[in-house]
């Protein structure tokens, strides 16, 4: 059984899988409410399956890019059962997930490419892009988004962008017939089932005493009000 966490966005998430299959998830998206529920819902799945911690084989976590204080509140949290637990961590890539999770979605074309996107300032997204088996076409980085983002890639197919940075893409890239956009999709730790399974099969596991989140940029604290 593989506990999986994703914390890198406005979701908290929890689940809990066997053999590639979804058993149970407890999630809610709202702002800045992780570390308050995020061991409440571990808790209460284990409970749910009439299991106990021990039972856990492995922990699956949505390590980056993503929120500063989500990441670190998620990783922090797979890296201390870890330890308590001694079983292995495995480091999901959040937009890899969140292409895997939206590749299953009815009415998702099998060859659309996938454009995943997390909101980061202003009109920056952290982005990547996947065929709809996984395969990675254009790897993780900070994108400031213009009229030109993936022009080589909307001339001849259909590019679906989904997550929390969609939607502000929309008025600059909306014009385009090939671009096609999700602004409804939600991160969700059941995305990291199928990686996390393929991971735990392969023992491909993190150093759990150094391992740290991919933040892909550094933290800039905000200025209070």
Known sequence: ????????????SVALSANGEVLAYKEINERNIHAEVITLYIDELIK???????????IAVSCGPGSYTGLRIG???????????????????TLEAMASGIAKKDGVEADALLCPMIDARRMEVYTAVYKADGTLLKPTAAEIITAESFADLLKGKH???????????MDILGKN?????DTDFA?????????????????????????EPYYLKDFIA???K
């Not at 749910?48 to 492995?58: F, R, T």
């Not at 679906?160 to 893409?169: E, H, P, T």
């Not at 017939?177 to 956009?181: G, Y």
């Open 1 to 12: 059984m593989i506990l999986q966490i994703e914390t890198a966005t406005t979701s908290c």
């Open 48 to 58: 749910q399956q009439n299991a106990s911690y021990s039972d856990i084989d492995a």
């Open 75 to 93: 990783v922090s949290t797979a890296k201390g059962l870890c330890f308590a637990l001694d079983k292995p961590l495995i480091a999901i890539n």
């Open 159 to 169: 590019v679906l962008l989904f997550g929390d940075g969609a939607a502000k893409c």
């Open 177 to 181: 017939p090939n671009a096609i956009f």
């Open 187 to 211: 991160n969700s730790a059941r995305d990291l089932t199928q990686l996390a399974q393929q991971k735990f099969a392969n023992k491909q596991f993190e150093d759990v005493a150094y391992f």
């Open 222 to 224: 905000g200025t209070k």
